[in-house]
């Protein structure tokens, strides 16, 4: 599986932060998220900020702009990283 569209990189985020092994809320913010996850899980930091950072793209620009090419291989290297694939 791969990145390939906004909606990819909102679902991905969204599984990566609400696995049943993390503490996160579904309530919680992006932001909130990923500080969470820089302390509990520090060997996944690097990933962490960029998909973050992409996933607030993704999920507040404008419908109608499209996210850049560099932005979604960046999710898709992240979320590599992270081992944790989109169903």
Known sequence: ASIRSRQDVIKFFHAYALRPETSAE???????????????????????????????????????????DEQLAAADRAMHEVGVMPK
């Open 26 to 68: 579904s309530w919680w913010t992006h932001r909130r998220v990923e500080e969470e996850f820089k302390q509990q899980l520090p060997q996944q930091s690097r990933a962490v900020k960029p998909l973050a950072d992409v996933y607030e793209q993704a999920r507040y620009l404008p419908l109608e702009e499209p996210l850049p």
